[in-house]
Nanobody, 124 residues
Framework: QVQLVESGGGLVQAGGSLRLSCAAS????????VGWFRQAPGKEREIIAA????????YYANSVKGRFTISRDNAKNTVYLQMNFAKPEDTAVYSC?????????????????WGQGTQVTVSS
């Protein structure tokens, strides 16, 4: 199995930027598709971005499209989420997840391994 650890969360002002990292250990990271999820207080968990094993395809939720960028460096066993033009409604706990699927995965049920999450707070 693979272990995932998120980092890079914190406090950012509206309009600012933040880069989250999801570091993997255990199995060969390039064997896993990866997604970023977030959950705000009182709201359901939502997927915001996903990337295939090779990094050749990406997915973005409408709420972050054009502002966030997901990327991966398989040599470093790390997936990144670059957050630009942050909004207060982006405030949430952000988690990464890994899937053994060979295709794009955009639902939480398709992921096999999860990190603990990192808090992102966007102040207005």
């Amino acid at each position: 199995q693979v272990q995932l650890v998120e980092s890079g969360g914190g406090l950012v002002q509206a309009g600012g930027s933040l880069r989250l990292s999801c570091a993997a250990s255990g199995r060969t990271f390039s064997n896993y598709a990866v997604g970023w999820f977030r959950q705000a207080p009182g709201k359901e968990r939502e997927i915001i971005a996903a990337i295939t094993r090779s990094g050749g395809r990406t997915y973005y939720a409408n709420s972050v499209k054009g502002r966030f960028t997901i990327s991966r460096d398989n040599a470093k066993n790390t997936v990144y989420l670059q957050m630009n033009f942050a909004k207060p409604e982006d405030t949430a706990v952000y988690s990464c997840a890994a899937s053994v699927t060979t295709t794009m995965v955009v639902t939480a049920g398709g992921y096999n391994y999860w990190g603990q999450g990192t808090q992102v707070t966007v102040s207005s």
